[in-house]
Each structure stands twice: as structure tokens, then as C-alpha cells.
């Protein structure tokens, strides 16, 4: 093998990468933008729970499906939740203070009216999601739906 036909080859080897590379960038721009542009609207009913809402509401922020938002519902918390969410530095996090504890169904309900998603999804404050629960779910529905469109 000559010098030439190392060099023949690094460029293939490179122009693959570019490929590659090229590939990717489009695989997360669609998964930023048309493949779950529906945002999922998560409802977190709390009370007294700010031991364990942190955990919580990362486990929703860490998800893989991005289009995402959170409302806490805090159902007339006396101890320190207010202060720990309000703590998070992310717009996609909306806190309604309930002053009265009127019960977890009734908060639930309270977040639904608030929501801006296309779906509803609820977790418990002391409840931890699976880092793609939210990408499942979507990817199945959206399957079944359409599945169900063509018939």
C-alpha cells in the first residue's frame, strides 16, 4: 500500500463520519421538534410531601421526552414545599398554592384546568417515573391512534 492509497482511504473514513455525524444532528433535531411536539402536561398533587417532592419532579425533568410541563399542585402544605420548588430554576414548572387542604382528586382537578398539554399524566409526590415512561407512553399511543385512524 502507497501513501496515496492511505490517503484515499482516511478521506472515505472521514466523509463517513461527516455522515454519521450528519445523521445524528438530524435524529435530535426531529426528536426537539416534530416527533413530540404534543406537550404532556404532568400533574403533581402534593401536601406535606417536600421530603420527597424534589425527587419527584427531577424524575419528571429527566425524562426523554422533552415537551414537557409540570404542575405542582400544593394542597395546603404547611411545611417547606413551597419554598423547594420554588427553588427550581426551570420554566417548565408551574406551582399553585391550594390554601386549603381540599383533598388529592380535587387538586388533580385543579391542575387539569391549568394545564396547557395535548395529554394529562399524573404522578404522585412521593412517586419517582422511569427516566422514559413519558416516551413509551407517547410512542404507544401515538402507534395505537393511528392504527386506529387508518381503519
Same mark, same amino acid.
Given at each position: 500500500?502507497?501513501? *496515496?492509497?492511505? &490517503?484515499?482511504?482516511?478521506?472515505?473514513?472521514?466523509?463517513?463520519?461527516?455522515?454519521?455525524?450528519?445523521?445524528?444532528?438530524?435524529?435530535?433535531?426531529?426528536?426537539?421538534?416534530?416527533?413530540?411536539?404534543?406537550? #404532556?402536561?404532568? #400533574?403533581?398533587?402534593?401536601?406535606?410531601?417536600?421530603?420527597?417532592?424534589?425527587?419527584?419532579?427531577?424524575?419528571?425533568?429527566?425524562?426523554?421526552?422533552?415537551?414537557?410541563?409540570?404542575?405542582?399542585?400544593?394542597?395546603?402544605?404547611?411545611?417547606? &414545599?413551597?419554598?423547594?420548588?420554588? *427553588?427550581?430554576?426551570?420554566?417548565?414548572?408551574?406551582?399553585?398554592?391550594?390554601?386549603?387542604?381540599?383533598?388529592?382528586?380535587?387538586?388533580?382537578?385543579?391542575?387539569?384546568?391549568?394545564?396547557?398539554?395535548?395529554? #394529562?399524566?399524573?404522578?404522585?409526590?412521593?412517586?419517582?417515573?422511569?427516566?422514559?415512561?413519558?416516551?413509551?407512553?407517547?410512542?404507544?399511543?401515538?402507534?395505537?391512534? *393511528?392504527?386506529?385512524?387508518?381503519?
Amino acid at each position: 500500500m502507497n501513501y *496515496n492509497d492511505a &490517503t484515499f482511504h482516511f478521506n472515505d473514513f472521514g466523509k463517513l463520519i461527516i455522515i454519521i455525524l450528519i445523521f445524528f444532528f438530524i435524529i435530535i433535531k426531529l426528536k426537539e421538534t416534530s416527533i413530540y411536539r404534543d406537550k #404532556i402536561s404532568v #400533574i403533581i398533587p402534593t401536601f406535606n410531601r417536600g421530603h420527597l417532592i424534589i425527587k419527584s419532579i427531577k424524575s419528571v425533568l429527566n425524562q426523554t421526552y422533552p415537551n414537557i410541563e409540570i404542575l405542582v399542585v400544593d394542597d395546603g402544605s404547611t411545611d417547606n &414545599t413551597e419554598k423547594l420548588i420554588k *427553588n427550581f430554576d426551570n420554566n417548565r414548572i408551574k406551582y399553585i398554592k391550594i390554601k386549603k387542604n381540599i383533598g388529592a382528586s380535587h387538586a388533580r382537578n385543579i391542575g387539569i384546568m391549568n394545564a396547557s398539554g395535548k395529554y #394529562i399524566s399524573f404522578q404522585d409526590s412521593d412517586d419517582v417515573y422511569h427516566i422514559d415512561k413519558l416516551e413509551k407512553q407517547y410512542n404507544i399511543y401515538s402507534f395505537n391512534i *393511528n392504527k386506529l385512524m387508518k381503519k
